[in-house]
């Protein structure tokens, strides 16, 4: 019997999240760009920057959904207030998802952890690194 797994209200929470201690200028950013409090707003990635406690500069994480996931595109929870951070992947969102009997399924996430925001390094190229499958090649001698 498939096994269903879906929200009770229309919030959409589920999936990898994090909840962030109080911070300054908190900065979120996706590959649209800095980003405002939202729900499910869909992206392969998301950063999360901040100056945390007595830090002397920001520093985040950058959230990566794998491509192979079931949905490799998933909507997003964002709360971007300085005194209330909150990052969510929500999946399986507002419809929900059938586990099939005897199926195998695998949902994959990188957190990358870094000092700045997502204007020092390239969040696109690291997610490109992350989701492109490496080639490996065996040579016989």
């Not at 498939?2 to 962030?20: A, T, V």
């Not at 201690?21 to 998301?46: E, M």
């Not at 002397?56 to 929870?77: E, K």
Request: glycine share 10%; hydrophobic share 30%; with cysteine.
């Amino acid at each position: 019997e498939k096994i269903h797994l879906g929200p009770k209200d229309k919030k959409g929470y589920g999936g990898l999240n994090y909840r962030f201690p109080t911070r300054q200028a908190t900065v979120v950013t996706s590959p649209d760009g800095p980003q405002k409090t939202s729900d499910l707003k869909r992206y392969p990635w998301v950063d999360f920057s901040g100056q945390f406690e007595d830090a002397p500069a920001r520093s985040g994480i950058l959230f990566m959904v794998h491509p192979q996931n079931i949905d490799p595109n998933p909507g997003w929870t964002l709360r971007c207030e300085d005194d209330y951070g909150y990052i969510g992947v929500s999946w399986p969102g507002l419809d929900g998802f059938d586990f099939e009997p005897g199926q195998t399924y695998t949902n994959r996430f990188r957190l990358w952890l870094h000092r700045g925001d997502a204007t020092h390094f390239d969040p696109q190229a690291l997610f490109a690194a992350y989701a492109q499958t490496p080639t490996v090649r065996v040579v016989n001698k």
